[in-house]
């Protein structure tokens, strides 16, 4: 059986080399992290970014209908029924 130093010193180096092994991984999850988030939180170029979402029905926006022109001549001062 082995004395007491060489088991402490073969423990010291395993444990030397488990701490390297572990901050080698750290640090390299820390740059990944960080490129990931530096390319998603990146300025969107035009054209480049992926709208979502859209309306369920956008023909209905290509004719106003009567109530959202009189709000209009309202908003405009144009509605006839409020002359002074």
């Known amino acids: 059986m082995a004395d007491e130093q060489t088991t402490k010193n073969i423990a010291y180096v395993m444990l030397a080399l488990l701490f390297v092994a572990m901050a080698w ?3 390299r999850r820390a740059g990944e992290n960080r490129t990931n988030m530096l390319e998603a ?3 969107k170029v035009a054209g480049e970014d992926m709208l979502e979402g859209g309306a369920k029905n956008p023909g209905q926006f290509d004719e106003p209908d009567d109530d959202a022109l009189e709000e209009m001549a309202e908003l405009l001062g144009e ?5 002074n």
């Not at 509605?79 to 002359?83: A, G, L, Q, T």
Request: proline share 9%; no cysteine; aromatic share 10%.
């Open 25 to 27: 991984f750290v640090a």
């Open 41 to 43: 939180n990146a300025p």
């Open 79 to 83: 509605d006839d029924s409020e002359e």
